[in-house]
């Protein structure tokens, strides 16, 4: 009987061994997990910013171009082309 006792003790002390390693590396992984989820939302903001900025550019792209096409065909005009 006090061998088995013995057993006992000693497959509850792996096991406790087992269950310990096993919280910290479930909380190793939580960690990774909350720094993973900050990166990814400052990831978010920054692509959110660079969306306003192209929408700008965009814009500003878009007034150019028809500012290029009214001048050009002023330049046609003036020019004589296309008589």
Known sequence: ???RSREHEL???EHSGWIA???DAVHADE???R???RQVSALEGHLA???KLYEKLDAQLAEVRADLIRLSSKVDV???VGT
């Open 78 to 80: 003036i020019a004589g």
């Open 49 to 51: 910013e660079l969306m």
């Open 21 to 23: 390693k096993l919280r």
């Open 31 to 33: 960690q990774r997990l």
């Open 1 to 3: 009987m006090f061998g």
């Open 11 to 13: 497959v509850l002390a």
């Open 35 to 37: 720094m993973l989820e």
